[in-house]
């Protein structure tokens, strides 16, 4: 998947819980965005960022999710305090300028599991 | 409220033959329309595109066919290959738009 990399490939987390995504874009992508798959679903957008900065958020839930790409080092996805609900694939993609034309590049996925 | 409509969870077709995935859409806005491969545990792969300039677009064994008067695009893959077995992801873009919109995918099984 064109050298996006994404962190843990699995993660199991306890109702309650914290888990944490990273993402790193491919080499020269400022851009990154974030999708979740839910079972039998397609990908759904979550959130934009570019570095150290949030351009569109409105595919966030209110509570509980955030989302930050730092000047350095990956872009992260935070849930705290998770539900089985939060139970999905979560993709992260890049980009190199983010113009409409452009592909974005997705990583292999994050399949968290809440139990 | 889905905006990218794949109404085909599953297709079959035989090896050598000719496999069509179809796609609607509800947003007159949209601009860009793009097909994305997936295999079962990995991310989805960029297959091909188009703008809402044109009708088809073709790459090798895939074209698109766009048609915005009906709002509907189609994917042609030919011939099928046993690796074309895949799910396939509709998903559009509008202008200046961040975000891509994804249908639920057509999962396409390439038979012997």
């Known amino acids: 998947n064109a050298g996006v990399m994404q962190n843990p490939r699995h993660l199991v987390r306890r109702r309650g819980q914290e888990a944490r995504l990273r993402c790193s874009p491919m080499?020269?992508?400022?851009?990154v965005y974030w999708y979740r798959q839910l079972p039998e679903e397609g990908l759904k957008f979550m959130v934009y960022?570019?570095?150290?900065?949030?351009?569109?958020e409105s595919g966030m839930p209110k509570e509980r999710f955030s989302a930050e790409f730092p000047k350095e080092g990956p872009s992260i996805l935070r849930i705290q305090q998770v539900v089985r609900g939060d139970s999905a694939a979560y993709f992260c993609?890049?980009?190199?300028?983010?113009?409409?034309?452009?592909?974005?590049?997705f990583g292999p996925g994050t399949r968290l599991t809440v139990t | 409220d889905q905006q990218v409509k794949q109404n085909s969870p599953s297709l079959s077709v035989q090896e050598g033959r000719i496999s069509i995935l179809n796609c609607d859409y509800t947003n007159s806005m949209f601009d860009y329309f793009l097909w994305y491969k997936k295999y079962p545990a990995e991310g989805p792969t960029f297959l091909i595109s188009i703008s809402s300039i044109k009708d088809k677009n073709e790459d090798g064994r895939f074209t698109v066919f766009l048609n915005k008067s009906a709002k509907h695009l189609s994917l042609h893959i030919v011939p099928s290959q046993p690796g074309d077995s895949a799910v396939y992801f509709c998903a559009a873009r509008g202008n200046r738009d961040d975000k891509i919109i994804f249908g639920k995918g057509t999962r396409l099984h390439i038979l012997p």
């Open positions: 993609a890049s980009s190199p300028s983010g113009t409409s034309g452009e592909e974005q590049y």
């Open positions: 960022l570019q570095k150290e900065n949030i351009i569109d």
């Open positions: 080499k020269g992508h400022s851009h």
